[in-house]
């Protein structure tokens, strides 16, 4: 096996370079300046391929929010193993305001960015006005928040547009975390009216942080490394780890190489095979959590692009045709569950029961008698796109190889696309994709409303579909709705719907296993949308 140079095991001279220790390190035994550096450093081995932006405004992808949480930190947050009730971070209260129009927030006192300023009302009112002008993604999930307004110097008020719209737990994630106004608007940040042409921070916050997190951002180089130093002034207290270097690694097989040695501390892209190979390891655990997170199969129905795709009954031949059970017992190990549609199993309204009820299945017959009835009796030709990349411990290669051999037993002929996981993006979002899009769901924040309305919203768009106002109702009522049994059934009603329309095919919801060294004795991980709480890691 070769070990290519974005995806080697980060050497003893790298981490002493890291530590500010190659010029002085004649003053040590070079055991010990090594032993140092190893205890205070934290070495992540991740595919980090999809990072295309460290601003938090920016933020749409699957790793880089473990990045951002390390960094920043919202007014509430979300704690491992409680996805429901929000904890406070940088607001130690909150209520709805007395015109019941919006939330008012009661800032943490004696807070301090990373570069020593104190935490301002000021502050937070830049970050949303920010947010809110620039028209991001991250925008559209906190559409029901009109403005923020200063009350006083340690309370600040979110003004709803939608005051029923839920809100809380949206907060909690690493999008939300607050910027220091003065040192983003000296690199070119802006919360005027024409902030989307006029905000020039993005290049400057790629490289930097400017948030109250328990570590501070030095250096990102793509498809290589992100380097994270100790905030001293965290308000939790200064973190347990100097240093975070979180590498690249483009190859499950070099990140198993990469945990035996001791090179990093953690693995988070091992096949179940390579997992199961470590448990005689002495040395090296595994440690495993269900997620929120999902990996899907967009399908275009845009006649330009396939007549075959426009047809409803040739995609649900396609939903029929795939053997969800093979992938996920062969291929993933048994490690993962597989909810009906953008709903994770552990939310309300979305279990194995309804799953297995009103999800897709392989039935092969069916398949064939669908696409009889779509007019493609013979079966048809269709692109799959997907990253060069691997998503809970499997390459999309692999994916897209095993679903291609599925839709061939039916006559569908699949074409496998690979590309850079930036195109892939770029194709998919800007609506260009022309078949089907293998990629990831990642819960911006745990909120079935965010799920669901970007269904009917921007994913909707992304394959095609004029989405009928009944369904975007259907999602409105269904999260407002207080009753959780009734919400329930309402969420029900909208997976039964979207798994008929066939534009979006769930192929598993993975359970993590990331491989750790037991040389790291506490490792959060958080199906929260972030995957890991670095900020509360600690050695042995």
Known sequence: MRLDE??????????????????????????????QARGSTLVIGIDISDTITLDPVKQAQYTAPMTLAATYDPLVTLTPGDYIEPKPALATA???????????????EGVKFASGAPLTAEDVQFTFERLIRMKEQTQQYVKAIDRCEIVDAKTIDLVMNDPAAPLLNILCAPSFGITEKKLVMQHGGSM??????????????????????????????????????????????????ERVVIRHF????????????GDIQAAFNLIPEQIATLKDEPQVRAERLPSLDFVYMAVTQNAEFNRALAQKACRQAIGHAI??????????????????????????????????????????????????????????????????????????????????????RVGIRAKLAPMDQVNLRTSFTTGRAQGGVL????????????????VVERVARRVHWNVPPEMTDLVKRAAQETDKAKA?????????????????????????????????????????????????????
């Open 192 to 241: 005027g009216p024409d902030a989307k042409e006029a905000d020039k921070a993005t290049d400057w916050l790629n490289q930097n942080s400017a948030g109250t997190g328990p570590y501070r951002l030095v250096r990102w180089e793509r498809n290589q490394q992100i380097q994270l130093v100790r905030n001293p002034h965290h308000w939790r207290g200064a973190p347990a780890y």
């Open 439 to 454: 990629t990831f769901w990642n819960p911006p924040a745990v909120e079935n409303e965010l799920w669901a309305a970007a």
């Open 488 to 540: 329930a059934a309402l969420w029900v009603e909208w997976q039964r719907a979207m798994v008929d329309q066939a534009n979006h095919i769930i192929l598993f919801q993975p359970v993590y296993q990331i491989a750790v060294r037991n040389a790291v004795k506490e490792f959060p991980l958080t199906a929260a949308g972030w995957q890991l709480e670095i900020g509360q890691a600690k050695p042995a």
């Open 250 to 261: 483009s190859d499950s097989a070099a990140q198993l190489l990469a945990i035996r040695r």
């Open 323 to 408: 053997d969800y059970d093979g992938i996920v017992n062969s291929m993933l190990g048994g490690a993962a569950l597989r909810p009906a549609h953008f709903l994770p199993i552990g939310v309300n309204g979305s279990t194995e029961t309804v799953a297995r009820e009103i999800g897709f299945k392989q039935d092969l017959d069916k398949a064939k008698q669908l696409l009889q009835r779509g007019g493609f009796a013979e079966g048809f030709e269709f692109e799959i796109a997907y990253g060069n990349a691997a998503v809970a411990g499997v390459s999309y290669q692999l994916l897209a190889q095993k679903i291609q051999a599925d839709l061939g």
């Open 94 to 108: 909150w209520a709805r305001t007395p015109d019941g129009k919006g939330w008012r927030f009661t800032l943490r």
């Open 6 to 35: 974005t995806a080697r095991p980060i050497a003893r001279r790298d981490v002493l370079q890291l530590l500010g220790l190659a010029a002085g390190s004649a003053l040590l035994p070079a055991g010990r300046a090594y032993a």
